[in-house]
């Protein structure tokens, strides 16, 4: 495939895996670049067209994770009359993923909800003002180590701080290891560092809260036309304006994914917080407790460096209250598959569903002691009642 016609992000690997999907190369790939209920916008490089998914890959779809988010790469059919107008292509084929962004669906414990697929870079964007919060920051940094994705803290609206500087370094000690990047979007400050972290034909995603700027942010960017609104005066807030998941170009050749702003955020991942709390996990090691809560226990290593300000508070906070999250969440899960019903058991073969066998009709008949039924009183049938008789008194 020649790269003039290549989905946005398309190299040779992928080239690869569509061979392996597709020999005889009877399929299109196309990118999601939107998602909607039940629909999804794709492109091919040249064209955008609506795609849907065949109803028994839905049917056949254990949870969401199997569906199309965007960002995935697919092979398609009916492209050319999808781009005509005639309908929506049929999506045959979703390629392997090579990342996967994945929340807990908001108000449940178990259901997992894709944000978005194939991710190289995760711009973790909070804005300079009463927005900021160490706590939120960090669950999003678990987020988005659980895919597998790299994490940048992108501080939006630096304008609106009283020292820039000592808010940068006070962000920096809380993230240890993540890069962390200053912006203004109207006065084009920290743009050139925010390029610099996704390279041409990489896909990063733009991931905050409602109104903390990412869509003037990424209008900045890429030099579209993203709606935005001002922030409110009394909470220094934006106006929610993004309201789908949605995949821009760059004029440079980067991959922007935008997102609406998530009121609940919780990752959905079976194992535990030690790959977001990477420093506490490293002091953890040298405790004199194996099972060492980091609270009040002797020799305790993540406690000695809280108290000699290597480690702060804040941070460990943050630890303990992610890591109780996830035991609740794993107690949940156990107790809703606990509480799902047993499937039916397999019906016999050669029997009509819901019918009785010839043998289960001909035990209802009385019996006599050499086991024949009784010739006076016929078997009655199934599904019939048979007249009482009473005694004579």
Request: one cysteine or more; charged letters at 20%.
């Amino acid at each position: 495939m020649s790269e003039t016609c290549a989905p946005p992000g398309w190299d040779e690997a992928w080239s690869a895996a569509r061979r392996a999907a597709d020999p005889q190369a009877l399929f299109l790939p196309v990118r999601i670049s939107a998602a909607h209920r039940g629909a999804y916008h794709a492109t091919s490089g040249a064209d955008t067209a609506m795609v849907e998914l065949r109803g028994r890959h839905y049917r056949a779809a254990l949870d969401k994770r199997a569906l199309p988010a965007v960002g995935d790469f697919c092979l398609v059919s009916g492209w050319d009359g999808a781009v005509a107008g005639a309908g929506s292509a049929l999506i045959e084929h979703i390629l392997p993923r090579r990342s996967l962004l994945v929340r807990r669906a908001a108000g449940t414990a178990t259901a997992p909800q894709p944000l978005a697929a194939n991710v190289d870079v995760a711009l973790i964007v909070t804005s300079a003002n009463s927005d900021l919060s160490a706590q939120r920051l960090d669950r999003y940094l678990e987020l988005v180590r659980d895919g597998g994705i790299a994490p940048v803290v992108v501080i939006s609206k630096i304008d609106l701080a009283a020292d820039a500087e000592a808010l940068l370094a006070e962000v920096a000690k809380l993230m240890p290891g993540v890069p962390v990047v200053a912006t203004s979007a109207p006065a084009g400050l920290g743009l050139e560092l925010v390029r610099a972290k996704v390279a041409p034909g990489r896909t990063a995603i733009l991931l905050g809260s409602s109104g903390v700027g990412k869509s003037s942010l990424l209008s900045a960017l890429t030099g579209g036309g993203q709606r935005t609104a001002p922030i409110r005066a009394h909470d220094e807030r934006g106006r929610h304006t993004t309201t789908v998941r949605q995949l821009f170009s760059g004029e440079d050749g980067a991959l922007w994914i935008d997102t609406p702003g998530m009121r609940e955020l919780a990752a959905f991942n079976e194992g535990d917080v030690a790959v977001a709390f990477a420093d506490v996990t490293e002091l953890a090691a040298r405790c004199r407790f194996a099972d060492c809560q980091h609270r009040r226990e002797p020799a305790c290593a993540v406690a000695a460096a809280v108290a000699a300000g290597e480690l702060s508070a804040a941070r460990l906070a943050s630890f303990h209250k992610l890591s109780q999250e996830r035991a609740r969440d794993r107690e949940r899960a156990d107790a809703a598959a606990w509480a799902a019903p047993e499937p039916p058991p397999a019906r016999p073969a050669g029997r009509p569903f819901g019918g009785p066998s010839a043998r289960s009709a001909t035990s209802a008949a009385p019996r006599t002691a050499t086991g024949k039924p009784s010739p006076g009183r016929p078997a009655s049938r199934p599904g019939t009642r048979q007249p009482s008789r009473k005694r004579p008194g």
